[in-house]
């Protein structure tokens, strides 16, 4: 059995968007926001580089790497730190990820330059505080939010 579990797969795919942090070569920080990232396997997150050529740079120099994942309306994620690896085509993490970006907007709308296959080595929740203070249940968080946001609740 991998680091990432059932709980995370899900907040992964509920979320849509996750934050992508790296490292700029003078040592200042780097937060991208991704909509590609996806469960790879037990251990791996990926996403396609569409629109990333300042993180991908970064990875070059520095593999190090945050994934930032919450689910808005549930007020909970995890933070993923592993290291990235880059593939390009011909690669079978590159052929899976193009396959989900065309399932999902189609061709040719966005380029697939490559693949960041990251390596997940330390997973930490990400709790909203009405969790711990608030003595909130997810239910009850969740209709919450939808209404905030004027979504429906499921």
Not at 7 to 21: N, Y
Not at 135 to 140: G, K, L, R, V
């Amino acid at each position: 059995m991998g680091i990432i579990t059932e709980d995370m797969r899900q907040i992964v795919t509920s979320a849509k968007l996750a934050f992508v942090a790296t490292v700029c070569e003078d040592g200042s920080p780097n937060l991208s926001p991704k909509g590609s990232v996806r469960v790879y396997d037990d251990d791996h997150l990926v996403f396609m580089n569409m629109a990333s050529p300042n993180t991908v740079e970064n990875l070059r120099h520095n593999p190090r790497v945050e994934v930032n994942v919450i689910d808005f309306l549930l007020r909970r994620g995890y933070r993923f730190k592993g290291t990235a690896e880059i593939h390009g085509e011909g690669a079978p993490v590159y052929d899976w990820s193009r396959q989900w970006v065309l399932n999902t907007h189609g061709d040719p709308i966005y380029p697939c330059h490559e693949a960041v296959l990251i390596r997940v080595d330390r997973v930490l929740p990400v709790d909203s505080p009405a969790y711990t203070f608030g003595h909130a249940n997810e239910d009850d968080l969740k209709r919450e939010w939808a209404a905030n946001y004027g979504v429906a609740y499921v």
